[in-house]
């Protein structure tokens, strides 16, 4: 037993004195560190943001495609055309192109891999991307002409997620395990609790300019580790670091770069507007102007986010910038709720597991206590969330981060959880916007949707979900913001 | 009847007994889980899922099935050794268990060795020195490694050994195909807050243990034949004493795998623990069920096996047989 | 050494009950007001142990943990006891079945590694202080029956109950009157020891977070909070890791001290 003892101690201390050999790697892989594990690699069969963490751009590619500030972009459609009615797209393909076990991608890859998202038994978790479609034809294997029901402005917008991406019917089966698409990298490995090893594909048509040839995920959950996996030399880059806390130190440290950008996440304090107390606008405002956006900030995110006033990000050039709509007056609240005739009012504050809602719930909470609203704060897992809050509409306040890009139109539904009850005026909105060709003139719209949802005090609009990218200071090529949830490395390089 | 035959017919109640309990065991598992609120459909496609596609799920995982089936597929699988497939990670259960065991089984090990190697002579220590400065230090140590959580260990040792001196990782694993090396880094912390609380345990009871056969007689009698009360107890005592340790132990194997469930989240190591957390997270009910299952398994038989063990070795018990 | 025990452990016990109590009348500060311009304050100064993430006084919490940790640990146990010691008591009376399905029914129970059993109770019922005193009291329920049983048993053999049987009394008379005064000292030394692991299981759900929710003040939470802030805050995972190994300390060494002073056999073989 005391030779076992020994065995373990003397390889401790072994461990101890080698971790530099494992930080220095050859200058063409890059160790990239992800808060969270995806469950598998398919982004059509699976909501798990993680999932498309991985697989987007790198892996799996769409007829289009969103940069770095959100734009759409050709990817496997070179070009496209559109019909003067906004009905019919009329798609050309790249010539060329193969998946990673060889087979070729063409016009009939395209109308397979849509058909399967549009299936009855499909299990696409953002299926009403497709919903708008009509018809796929094929007339040649390069061209692609799909119509649609009624125009639809953001159609390419819709094309270019992660779930629209395309596949091979021989390997659909098996893209959860072993993923095979048309990027620029190849699945190479997974160790199921800690990393995704992809490799460069070097039959792509931009190999020349990728500069690395292998990209290994790693997956780490717990704060504490992600930072001494930075600090360590074990991770190159955190896109979006856990911990905001961490910042100062790293912004400290000339080794790393610290890149604070926004994600698509507008965190709301949801309110439940079906429900007597907030189906009066007078109470809801006074929610608003009872809680101090900036200590939330501060508290909650070590003072990294955005405010928002509105349920739109400020990535967008639409976005316009409505915080100093309530500003924080808890004198202004009391009175408020005073003229609305509520009194002791008790609520829960159903809060989902991510530190950014159970922080942020502790903080408002008191907040509210000050202005005379009792709030019990009762913490839930996710399942529960989504069951009681978010598919029941059973709750009074809940705080959640919206990360699906462009998502204002879910106030236009009249049964999403929130209940919101001047839905039909902002689907109004949302339709003239899929009418719209232009785009300042679809930009004014968007601007009044914003307009309405902060004068209505819908929900109070906390922050913007901010991205947290800390990565060596010689790396260059990440993304800044998230447009949408992806680590895009096909331009990463490091510098000498 | 003989002795043996009323022996093996006790083997037999009793093993006939331990099955009747993992049956029982099994029936309220899937009952509990049946009845937790939360879709996992629901949760794998998130909040933009349309209700036919979480349908189109449901029925893809066979959750559409009436419950008597749903149990009878399970526990069916189970005995031939198929786990099933774990609903969000698309893999074998049977799989994903045994990937988490390399983590979990090497710290349990290590925690065990580790207690046994600090309590086994501290307990002998102790009990050597009955009613003096010494026996009443260790004791009062046992009292207060008793007394504090293993999680506050876990924090206080990262405290001092990754964040002051920097000579073990904070958390997390790199996987054994890092080097043994690196995994056995990253999994020494964890182990110590693991084996500290077991071994203040471990340390009382093998002093009582002691304290109990130095009263016996053998002692005596090796004594009078000359050896020293120090000689005696380290030749005769000491094996003699090791019986009810070796039995604590044995029952302390489920603790500390149950323990290691915190302390796996306390330095993020992906563990049976860790997963176990992250299946009910996402309401995975299969591999949570195959998972409770499997520690419930443990124990049941861990504890069938000391009392079969009792049964065969007692000789008051084989007297009164006979 | 059994007297130096049962002091000890009577003054940290007390010195728990006298934070509990004062904690009720005052504190530093409001254990829940917030300060987000006094974030992570090192201790000394104005805030004796410092502050938290929130700007929280820490020395206010602590002293608000305590009868939180308490009130948790109380009512678990007394649930605990009060099915226990009435199944237990039951069990002497009717030997048996009823006393075969208890332990059958404890088997199983007892399979399941607790923490696992109380997530899942958390994720059926919700998280909160109901669900840590149920789960922790439902783990007590075996432990009191068993020594409930076992000394009532004891007692049932004495001459003054077979005196009260051959007088007609029945056997709820008799175990309200004879056994339960009887075996009231077993149950109060047990009832100690069960209120440290109480204290300590309530610090393990409220620090994986099941247990106390915010904002009351718990001792395991603030831990859960320390964790996240180890490096820019040490500070803050020391005092609440202390506290509770105190208290539990206190209560294993007063639960002790009364059984050795109940039962001087014991004393020697101990």
Known sequence: ?496 | MTGAGRLSLLLARRIAMLVVTLVAASIALFLVLDILPGDPALVMLGTEARPDTLAALRREMGLDQPALVRYVTWIGGVAVGDFGISYTWRVPVASLIAERLAVTVPLAVMAIVLSTLIAVPVGVIAAAAHGRTLDWMIVSFAQVGVAVPNFWIGILLVLGFSIGLGWFPAGGFPGWQAGVGAGLSALILPSVALALPQAAILARVTRSAVLEVVGEDYIRTARAKGLTARQALWRHGLRNALIPVVTILGLQVPVLIAGAILIENVFALPGLGRLIFQALGQRDLIVLKDVALLLAGLVIIVNGLVDIAYTLIDPRLKDRLA | MSRAALWIGGGLSAGVVAMALVASVWTPYPPTRMNMRARFQPPGGEWWLGTDHFGRDIASMILAGASTSLMVALAAVAVGMLIGVSLGCLAAVRRGWLDDLVMRCNDVVFAFPAVLSALVLAAVIGAGAHTAILAIGVFNIPVFARVARGAALQVWAREFVTAARAAGRGPLAITLVHIVPNIAGVLVVQGTIQLALAMLAEAGLSFLGVGIQPPTPSWGRMLADAQTYLERAPHLALVPGLVIALAVLGLNLLGDGLRDMLDPKLRRAR
């Open chain 1, 1 to 496: 037993m005391k030779r076992v003892l020994a065995a373990v101690v003397v390889a401790g201390l072994a461990a101890v004195a080698w971790p530099s050999a494992v930080g220095a790697q050859a200058r063409d892989q890059l160790v990239l560190g992800m808060q969270l594990e995806p469950p598998h690699l398919d982004p059509t069969a699976g909501a798990a943001g993680a999932i498309r963490e991985v697989t987007y751009a790198n892996l799996f590619e769409g007829l289009t495609r969103l940069d770095r500030r959100g734009q759409v972009q050709p990817q496997l459609a070179e070009r496209w055309t559109i019909s003067p009615d906004g009905l019919s797209y009329r798609f050309s393909l790249r010539a060329g192109v193969r998946f990673h076990d060889g087979t070729p991608f063409d016009s009939a890859s395209v109308k397979f891999t849509l058909e399967r998202a549009m299936a009855p038994d499909s299990t696409n978790a953002q299926k009403q991307l497709f919903e708008p479609i009509a018809s796929i034809e094929t007339p040649d294997p390069l061209t692609v002409v799909i119509t649609l029901k009624r125009p639809t402005a953001s159609f390419l917008y819709n094309l270019a997620w992660g779930d629209a991406v395309m596949m091979a019917p021989g390997s659909v089966a098996t893209n959860r395990e072993r993923p095979i698409g048309t990027g620029p990298f190849r699945f190479d490995s997974r160790t199921p609790g800690d990393r995704v090893v992809l490799v460069k594909n070097p039959d792509h048509r931009d190999a020349a300019t990728i500069a690395l040839n292998r990209v290994v995920f790693r997956f780490i959950s717990d704060p504490q580790a992600q930072v001494a996996a930075l600090r360590a030399g074990d991770v190159d880059a955190f896109p979006n670091l856990g911990p905001a806390e961490a910042v100062d130190g790293f912004r400290r440290d000339a080794r790393f770069t610290v890149a604070i950008g926004n994600t698509e996440g507008e965190t709301i304090l949801a309110l439940n507007n079906s429900k007597a107390p907030f189906t009066d606008v007078r109470v809801r405002r006074a929610i608003a102007h009872a809680i101090d956006k900036g200590a939330v900030i501060d508290g909650a995110m070590s003072g990294t986010a955005k405010p928002i006033g509105s349920h739109f990000s400020p990535n967008h050039p639409a976005y316009v910038d409505l915080t100093s709509r309530y500003p924080y007056n808890p004198a202004e609240a009391r009175r408020l709720l005073a003229e609305a005739g509520v009194r002791d009012l008790r609520v829960t504050l159903r809060l989902p597991p991510p530190a950014y809602a159970r922080r942020s719930g502790e903080i408002i909470a008191a907040m509210l206590a000050d202005v005379g609203i009792t709030a019990t704060i009762e913490a839930v897992e996710f399942p529960r969330w989504l069951e009681t809050v978010f598919r029941n509409a059973d709750f009074d306040m809940t705080i959640i981060a919206h990360t699906e890009p462009m998502d204002i139109n879910i106030y236009g539904r009249p049964t999403y959880y929130f209940r919101y009850q001047n839905h039909a005026r902002l689907q109004a909105i949302m339709d003239e916007v899929e009418r719209t060709g232009d785009e300042a003139a679809r930009n004014r719209l968007y601007g009044d949707a914003q307009r309405l949802l902060s004068e209505d005090a819908v929900n109070v609009f906390l922050f913007q979900l901010p991205k947290i990218g800390v990565w060596n200071a010689r790396l260059e090529g990440l993304w800044e913001n998230s447009p949408l949830q992806a680590n895009d490395v096909t331009g990463v390089r490091w510098r000498n």
